[in-house]
């Protein structure tokens, strides 16, 4: 199987993962992030909101009765990161407002509802373009550890901000570039089941600097 799967790759570019579909620059993506991104309507996001605020609002009451901190964060999608790699390979429907207002319009309806919610989504799109490498790696889907780091300082923040005094202590980290030697960095790339997968791109490794012990 992986002889086939690698003569198809190597000399004609196919991929035989199910689902996974190719972009330019060796990007790789789930077909799912692409459906989900290419069929948003206007309105889906107050109509996502309305649909999941009693289930938020039941678990952060439960949280806040016991004297604890409740924030719901939302994450990105990759199609919506780096559509610029995608949208001329596949079928897109939805329209370019239908997709650049969906989350904005969630978290909105969340907040008016009274979700404490930290839009992860939009802080890392925010900073497309900051840094040495994308914040979601070519052969995965989910952010990176760069990505996620910042999504971390800004929830640190953000809990200590709803707590009204610090009970998570900050902290700051450094990166370092290298290959990507295992896990989500490069999962979408190994499950094409190659004996050389596409892993020409840096992943950023993180280092966490606590200068306060969490006990």
């Not at 799967?5 to 692409?34: C, D, W």
């Not at 016991?66 to 329209?95: T, W």
């Not at 290298?178 to 892993?199: K, Q, Y």
């Amino acid at each position: 199987i992986r002889i086939n799967n690698s003569i198809r790759f190597e000399l004609f570019g196919a991929l035989t993962a199910p689902r996974v579909v190719s972009g330019s620059r060796g990007q790789l993506i789930g077909q799912n992030y692409l459906d989900e991104y290419c069929s948003r309507t206007e309105g889906q996001g107050a109509r996502l909101a309305e649909q999941v605020v009693p289930k938020l609002k039941a678990i952060q009451d439960y949280y806040r009765e016991r004297g604890a901190v409740f924030v719901y964060i939302v994450s990105p999608s990759k199609a919506a990161h780096l559509p610029e790699h995608f949208l001329d390979r596949v079928s897109c429907p939805s329209s370019p407002a239908a997709r650049a207002q969906l989350v904005p319009e969630y978290v909105g309806a969340l907040k008016d509802a009274g979700i404490d919610v930290l839009d992860g989504a939009s802080l890392i799109h925010s900073l497309k373009g900051r840094y040495e490498v994308d914040l979601l790696p070519p052969g995965g889907e989910p952010w990176n550890d760069l990505g996620g780091a910042l999504v971390v300082t800004a929830m640190v923040d953000e809990i200590n901000a709803r707590a009204g005094r610090q009970i998570v202590p900050p902290f700051t980290f450094t990166y370092s570039l290298s290959r990507p030697s295992g896990g989500a960095d490069r999962e979408l790339a190994d499950l094409l089941n190659v004996f050389f997968p596409p892993l020409g791109y840096l992943t950023p490794k993180v280092t966490y600097v606590q200068p306060t012990a969490c006990g």
